[in-house]
């Protein structure tokens, strides 16, 4: 298996549309969101051959966002359950912290959900600080670029 990692194109819309909502159903603006990503280049694929395996996107958030100013936020990160613990997640994050953002971005962002104290453990790997909690409860991590 060789796991390749691209920018998504805008016919990668369903694939990346149809992985999102084998995790997160509560989303009404998904579909929105995805194709305002897409557009503007700020979602990676993780392919096997041809078979989109998992996928990462992030929102930039300016100076003036209530919770995370200033920061490239991973809004997204799913890998598919049959290709968990094989590298892809790591692939994924480390491609979107290489990527040059512009200087306005001071710092990566993210928030996850408590209860799962090995995305915190994962993300801590990559230089990633809890930083504190949502309003929503969740963990609010950061990096410094």
């Known amino acids: ?21 084998l995790f997160d159903n509560s ?3 998904k579909e929105e969101k995805i194709q305002q990503a897409l557009e ?6 993780a392919k096997d051959g041809e078979k989109i395996v998992g996928y990462s996107l992030v929102q930039l958030f300016d100076e003036k966002h ?3 100013p200033s920061s ?52 801590k790997l990559f230089g990633f600080e809890v930083v504190g909690q949502t309003m929503a409860g969740n963990i609010k991590m950061i990096k410094k670029h």
């Open 1 to 21: 298996m060789e796991i390749a990692i691209a920018i998504a194109k805008a016919s990668n819309f369903q694939d990346v549309l149809s992985l999102s909502g």
């Open 66 to 68: 209530g919770q995370l």
């Open 40 to 45: 503007n280049g700020l979602v990676w694929v």
């Open 72 to 123: 490239v936020f991973i809004a997204d990160l799913y890998v598919l359950e049959q290709y968990r613990k094989q590298g892809i997640g790591k692939l994924l994050i480390e491609k979107i912290l290489s990527t040059k953002f512009s200087k306005q971005y001071t710092c990566f962002s993210l928030t996850h959900d408590p209860e799962e104290n090995n995305l915190t453990d994962f993300y």
């Open 27 to 29: 989303e009404q603006s």
